[in-house]
């Protein structure tokens, strides 16, 4: 075999070695998000969120930072945190728990 024949082999190898390492990563990484996706989130985590959207309830949209840390403080990923978000905003549960809320502190006040 000639030289530049044995480079170009390397060089050919090198790029199928790349294909395949991005592959996998991509195969992983579909593979974590089945995961997380399947995964329901528990009353404490879901309670974390609430409070957070209790706090703000002039504008729930929290920035990207803000998800960042929800999802580190309540465990879960951004993408979860996101969701639950866009779930709330979309279905107005919070409204409901506002009025339940101030219901609640109009009751003790006026006993």
Not at 12 to 30: A, G, M, Q
Not at 37 to 47: I, V, Y
Not at 82 to 96: A, E, I
């Amino acid at each position: 075999m000639k030289r530049t024949q044995t480079l170009n082999m390397k060089d050919i190898c090198k790029r199928k070695l790349s294909d395949l390492k991005s592959d996998l990563k991509e195969v992983t990484l579909w593979k974590e998000l089945e995961v997380i996706g399947t995964e329901r989130m528990n009353r404490n985590q879901s309670e974390h969120l609430k409070n957070w959207l209790f706090q703000h309830l002039d504008y729930p949209y929290p920035t990207a930072d803000e998800k960042k840390k929800l999802s580190y403080e309540a465990g879960l990923s951004v993408v979860q945190v996101s969701g639950w978000f866009q779930n709330v905003r979309k279905r107005k549960l919070y409204q409901t728990d506002i009025k339940d809320r101030k219901s609640e502190c109009t009751l003790s006040q006026s006993d």
